[in-house]
């Protein structure tokens, strides 16, 4: 039996993805962890959830490339994930050990590699012959901490999950930045991309075939500015296929049932290009 109602994250319970889910659901909604974003996002595909919270880009590390392949990637047959909703989380990394362990004597940090990245500055000053271990999620992290009573590693995880695996916080903020935010994405099956409506989209844009061939980058960006479409991110991606060919990942301030959108998607792909739309949703509040 499928999940119903519910929006899926990445787990275990206390990760920055159930912080995101909560903020991005409703009341009455039921919340699943998931252990990986494959696992995830296929269970939405195939109608074991009715969403995913996902991250896509953190202000500190940039893109969150599994979530953003994923998306741009998936094969459109009856139905795809489309993006209906956005949301910027703040991010507070803190520093967690058994209780009572001496930081002197910790010899290894484990946590996602994001958060790592994100902590590189104080873990290099603070723990500079630590070695630096990766987990699928920072709750993770500090659920295997906990389960094996490993009083030589310390775990960079939210406070809510230091806090759900009993653990002791012991620098709390331990982010290299204090802005430090990701953007999370909310997304669920669609059948059609114009039933979905919002003033900002993301698309994923590839040129199949001509990779070298001058101004491709230009021509794309070029329609836009003559629809007057600002854009908000430009991020590009390899297609895996090689190397020196990529896919580029665009946000623009303008929805899909805008005409000035679909005239410039028009001008794009007469131009070459393959365009995957992934969604128009509401802009995030700040």
């Given at each position: 039996?499928?999940f119903?109602?519910?929006?899926?994250?990445?787990?275990?319970?206390?990760?920055?993805s159930?912080?995101?889910?909560?903020r991005?659901?409703?009341?009455?909604?039921q919340r699943?962890?998931?252990p990986?974003?494959?696992h995830?996002?296929d269970a939405?595909?195939?109608?074991?959830?009715?969403a995913?919270?996902?991250p896509?880009?953190n202000?500190?590390?940039?893109a969150?490339g599994?979530?953003m392949d994923?998306l741009?990637?998936?094969?459109?047959?009856?139905?795809w994930?489309?993006?209906?909703?956005?949301d910027?989380v703040?991010?507070?990394?803190?520093l967690a050990?058994l209780?009572?362990?001496?930081l002197a004597?910790?010899t290894?940090?484990?946590?996602?590699?994001?958060?790592?990245?994100?902590?590189?500055?104080?873990l290099?000053q603070?723990f500079?012959?630590?070695?630096?271990?990766?987990?699928?999620?920072t709750a993770?992290?500090?659920?295997?901490?906990a389960?094996?009573g490993?009083?030589?590693?310390?775990?960079?995880?939210?406070a809510k999950?230091a806090e759900?695996?009993?653990l002791?916080?012991?620098?709390?903020?331990a982010?290299?930045?204090?802005?430090n935010?990701t953007r999370?994405l909310?997304?669920?099956?669609a059948?059609?991309?114009?039933?979905?409506r919002?003033?900002?989209?993301?698309?994923?844009?590839r040129?199949?075939?001509?990779p070298?061939r001058p101004?491709?980058?230009?021509?794309?960006?070029?329609?836009?500015?003559?629809?007057?479409?600002?854009?908000t991110r430009?991020?590009?991606?390899p297609?895996?296929?090689g190397?020196?060919?990529y896919?580029?990942w665009?946000?623009?301030?303008?929805?899909i049932?805008?005409?000035?959108l679909?005239?410039?998607?028009?001008?794009?792909?007469?131009?070459?290009?393959r365009?995957?739309f992934?969604g128009?949703?509401?802009?995030?509040?700040p």
């Amino acid at each position: 039996m499928g999940f119903l109602h519910t929006v899926g994250y990445l787990g275990p319970e206390g990760t920055f993805s159930e912080v995101a889910a909560q903020r991005l659901g409703q009341a009455e909604e039921q919340r699943q962890p998931f252990p990986t974003f494959f696992h995830l996002l296929d269970a939405v595909l195939q109608g074991q959830l009715d969403a995913a919270v996902i991250p896509v880009e953190n202000s500190t590390e940039g893109a969150v490339g599994a979530t953003m392949d994923y998306l741009a990637q998936q094969e459109h047959t009856r139905s795809w994930l489309g993006i209906v909703r956005e949301d910027v989380v703040p991010i507070h990394q803190t520093l967690a050990t058994l209780p009572g362990v001496s930081l002197a004597n910790i010899t290894c940090i484990i946590s996602h590699p994001q958060a790592l990245a994100q902590c590189g500055r104080l873990l290099a000053q603070r723990f500079p012959h630590a070695t630096l271990r990766e987990a699928a999620s920072t709750a993770e992290a500090a659920q295997q901490v906990a389960a094996r009573g490993d009083r030589l590693a310390a775990v960079l995880c939210p406070a809510k999950a230091a806090e759900r695996f009993g653990l002791e916080i012991r620098i709390a903020e331990a982010e290299d930045e204090p802005g430090n935010a990701t953007r999370f994405l909310r997304v669920e099956r669609a059948q059609t991309p114009w039933q979905i409506r919002g003033e900002k989209s993301s698309l994923a844009i590839r040129y199949p075939g001509e990779p070298d061939r001058p101004a491709l980058l230009y021509e794309t960006l070029r329609a836009f500015a003559e629809q007057s479409i600002n854009l908000t991110r430009l991020e590009s991606r390899p297609t895996k296929t090689g190397l020196g060919t990529y896919w580029f990942w665009i946000d623009v301030d303008a929805g899909i049932h805008e005409r000035r959108l679909v005239n410039a998607l028009s001008a794009i792909q007469m131009a070459g290009a393959r365009v995957r739309f992934l969604g128009s949703y509401p802009r995030a509040v700040p």
